[in-house]
Antibody, heavy 115, light 107 residues
Framework: QVHLVQSGAEVKKPGASVKVSCKAS????????INWLRQAPGQGLEWMGW????????NFAQKFQGRVTMTTDTSTSTAYMELRSLTSDDTAVYYC????????WGQGTMVTVSS | DIQMTQSPSTLSASVGDSVTITCRAS??????LAWYQQKPGKAPKLLIY???TLESGVPSRFSGSASGTEFTLTISSLRPDDFATYYC?????????FGGGTKVEIK
């Protein structure tokens, strides 16, 4: 079975960074792009960017440029998303999802930014 | 950026009803559009991709269609499990963007 399993919830102070992981299983990790999205409490879905594990090519939404890093480790089939300079507006559930039509999703990682 | 305008934002319906949700794109998408269902506290689930192709395992009461820049999701004969929030998403070009969502509520 195909799965994406994300790391656990995080609580961060304003100005800090957070790094979320997304471990893939059940398919060839290098063959599919991984997207990162987020959903603030009670709000809709927001795409942050994607990374292709085979090439390392990335594409980020403009609002996250310079503040986000996406990487992959093909040896462990794991994708990572790091977001820096956190503010309370970054409080959200963060998801990883496979492919451009997001056919497989991680379970979500709650990131809370609070002083 | 491609803007996705989804309507209605809320829809009240009864079990057995047929409902339609609409998404309008700000430019042509060449059918690169997906629909998702999301329940509270859960990750979204892909229902339809390429505007009208049913994802494996999704019941056939869900269907999608397209006409120009307008896309529709139809749920025929609503079941209790279908009360949820639905989103459209374009994957024609980055940034990938979503409609604002439609919450389907029990009347």
């Amino acid at each position: 079975q195909v799965h994406l399993v994300q790391s656990g919830a995080e609580v961060k102070k304003p100005g800090a960074s957070v790094k979320v992981s997304c471990k893939a299983s059940g398919y060839t990790f290098s063959n599919y792009g991984i997207n990162w999205l987020r959903q603030a409490p009670g709000q809709g879905l927001e795409w942050m960017g994607w990374i292709y594990p085979d090439s390392g090519n990335t594409n980020f939404a403009q609002k996250f440029q310079g503040r986000v890093t996406m990487t992959t480790d093909t040896s462990t089939s794991t994708a990572y998303m790091e977001l820096r300079s956190l503010t309370s507006d970054d409080t959200a559930v963060y998801y990883c999802a496979r492919n451009r039509a997001f056919d497989i999703w991680g379970q979500g990682t709650m990131v809370t930014v609070s002083s | 950026d491609i803007q996705m305008t989804q309507s209605p934002s809320t829809l009240s319906a009864s079990v057995g009803d047929s409902v339609t949700i609409t998404c309008r794109a700000s430019q042509l998408l060449n059918s690169w559009l997906a629909w998702y269902q999301q329940k509270p506290g859960k990750a979204p689930k892909l229902l339809i991709y390429q505007a009208s192709t049913l994802e494996s395992g999704v019941p056939s009461r869900f269907s999608g269609s397209a006409s120009g820049t307008e896309f529709t999701l139809t749920i025929s004969s609503l079941r209790p499990d279908d009360f949820a929030t639905y989103y459209c998403q374009q994957y024609h070009s980055p940034p990938l963007t979503f409609g604002g969502g439609t919450k389907v509520e029990i009347k």
